[in-house]
């Protein structure tokens, strides 16, 4: 009787899959194969900053860097749900110790969205197009804050997420209450850590390593089992330790 179950289970695991998408099993595992190298495009915001910045991806901060000389891409997919419009929001700052930004600084730095494509005949990557400049206007006179906006539309991602599509907006009265509730989760959260329930912690976070599995292009089943081996290590490291005590 188990033994059906089971089987029936897995049956119905492959067939709720995106049928765009096909099926692989290993070591009993029902997984979803990778998506082509061809088209696991990644989106990015090239940065060239020599003043502080702060990066924003439909509105959700994606890179802080206030120290100037900063060179970095900085990724968006973890912040784009799906192909649509998106926004990328700039805002330029004094250095550190400085009221206001300054000019040369300023005038050196520059942004780009770029979209980088892997190498489909090997690793690394082919390139990376050039899809926009995120250009900077005139500063004539030296500014404590300068924001910026664009809405860029992709629509090539060979993804599409839930990520925070659900979410809800609660009334600021409501603040308070529900701080409380975010509060309680991440001490929960910060239980579980230190006592080395990776089973736990693993159950938690099943669907935000599926969807990250999903626009970071990663293999499930390779994520699955190094984090199975990351677990054991964790607890018996833990288990150690409530010795030693």
């Known amino acids: 009787m188990k033994f059906i179950l089971g089987v029936i289970s897995f049956f119905l ?5 995106n049928k765009e998408q096909h099926t692989v099993v290993k070591n009993g595992v029902c997984a979803i194969q990778e998506i082509p190298i061809a088209k696991q495009f990644t989106y990015a915001v090239s940065v060239s900053a020599f003043t502080s910045y702060e990066l924003y991806i439909n509105d959700i901060a994606a890179e802080k860097d206030y120290d100037p000389g900063s060179q970095a891409a900085i990724e968006m997919n973890p912040y784009l749900l799906g192909n649509g419009k998106h926004t990328i929001k700039l805002r330029l700052l004094p250095t550190q110790g400085r009221n206001l930004i300054d000019p040369d600084g300023y005038e050196l730095s520059h942004f780009e969205l770029v979209k980088v494509i892997k190498n489909p005949n090997g690793r690394g990557l082919k390139y990376d197009e050039e899809i926009m400049k995120l250009p900077l206007p005139p500063m004539p006179t030296p500014l404590p804050v300068i ?5 860029v539309e992709i629509n090539d991602l060979p993804y599409e997420l839930e990520g925070w599509k659900n979410s809800k907006v609660f009334k600021k009265e409501d603040s308070i209450a529900v701080k409380k509730q975010v509060v309680a989760y991440y001490e929960e959260l910060r239980t579980i850590l230190n006592e080395g329930n990776a089973d736990k912690w693993m159950n938690l976070t099943k669907k ?3 969807e990250t599995i999903k626009f970071a292009y990663k293999s499930d089943v390779k994520i699955q089992e190094k984090f199975k081996k990351n677990s054991r290590k964790i607890q018996e490291k833990f288990e150690n330790v409530l010795k030693v005590i």
Do not use: G, M, Y
């Not at 924001?147 to 809405?151: A, P, Q, T, V």
């Open 208 to 210: 935000r390593r599926k």
């Open 147 to 151: 924001e910026l906006e664009w809405e």
């Open 13 to 17: 695991c492959c067939s709720t899959i």
